[in-house]
């Protein structure tokens, strides 16, 4: 959607969106900041926190979005039947595992490849750190997105979270795990007030709901922003097109067009370079398997919207 100059209006940012509902605040981060109560104009809701939008006020406190800027880049998730906006303008998504409960590494490859296919950078921080006796096995379970270079940060927020705070300075970075890996305490020691103002948007979005059921965006007294996302279990990346995601795994980069056939799927296919890298052990087998595992579900996508 492109920025609606036509229909006039205030400009702001979406700090909170939850449904059809949205927080914008103009001024934000400064002493002059104001929230403003919005809905979409028309029966689209397509924003996410970190937009920028135009909204024409209805009320006291309360507007009407009637445009958008042009994004970075968006991050989102999908399947065959629906997509969720998850945030926008991004320039650091914060991947949060922890040693307790036990977390899935191919979430952390769906993230990754969300990352990579919008161009975003990324940090894997590895919560509860302080659990010895459960930290060598979510190392072990790291150690292939290690190998890649991916930095991964350990730390126990409810102990210190100061070392993340450095990393997160004069960027906006979005904070996005599994339930149950700690981001809600991430966010409270990072931003204090964030438990309170979090309680006020949802009282103010009149939303009923529990407090982690929206995003939110955050300002760091060290300069940027912070957003505090819903704890998901999914990550449908139903949106990637197919032709793309083999580049979206860093690792496959060297070997990719060097298959004996153009239109080869990396399966059982003589002279294919990929499955070649595979037994030499140049790509991990679990990464090769989430690859596989991510095709067949966009595959399963595309046939479902198409009404195969």
């Not at 042009?70 to 399947?79: A, M, T, V």
């Not at 799927?265 to 990464?287: F, S």
Request: aromatic share 6%.
């Amino acid at each position: 959607m492109k920025h609606d100059t036509s229909a006039g209006g205030d400009t702001g940012l979406v700090t909170a969106a939850f449904g059809r509902h949205y927080e914008v605040t103009t001024e934000f981060g400064t002493p002059l900041e104001t929230r403003v109560k919005c809905v979409p104009r028309g029966k689209k809701s397509q924003y996410a926190c970190g937009d920028e939008a135009v909204f024409s006020p209805s009320g006291e406190g309360q507007g009407v979005i009637t445009g958008l800027a042009p994004r970075r880049n968006l991050l989102w998730r999908s399947d065959a039947f629906r997509e969720k906006l998850i945030a926008a303008n991004l320039d650091l998504i914060v991947i949060v595992v922890a040693t307790e409960p036990g977390f899935s590494d191919l979430f952390i490859s769906r993230c990754l490849i969300a990352a990579e296919h919008q161009r975003i950078d990324t940090l894997i921080v590895l919560n509860k750190a302080d659990l010895s006796d459960r930290l060598d096995a979510a190392r072990a379970q790291l150690q292939p997105f290690v190998a890649l270079g991916h930095e991964v940060l350990e730390l126990s927020a409810l102990e210190d979270a100061e070392p993340l705070r450095p990393l997160l300075a004069g960027r906006r970075s979005i904070l996005v795990g599994q339930s149950g890996m700690g981001k809600s305490t991430l966010i409270n020691t990072l931003v204090p007030e964030a438990e309170a103002a979090t309680r006020e948007i949802s009282e103010a979005l009149d939303s009923g709901k529990h407090t982690t059921t929206f995003a939110r965006l955050y300002a760091l007294k060290t300069g940027g922003s912070i957003i505090d996302s819903p704890g998901m279990q999914a990550f449908g990346l139903a949106h990637v097109p197919l032709d793309e995601l083999p580049a979206c795994f860093p690792e496959f980069r060297p070997w990719l067009g060097h298959c004996r056939f153009r239109d080869c799927k990396h399966e059982t296919e003589p002279g294919c370079a990929l499955t070649a890298a595979l037994e030499r052990g140049d790509i991990h087998p679990r990464r090769f398997e989430h690859f596989r595992l991510i095709r067949s579900e966009i595959e399963y996508a595309l046939g479902q919207r198409r009404g195969w």
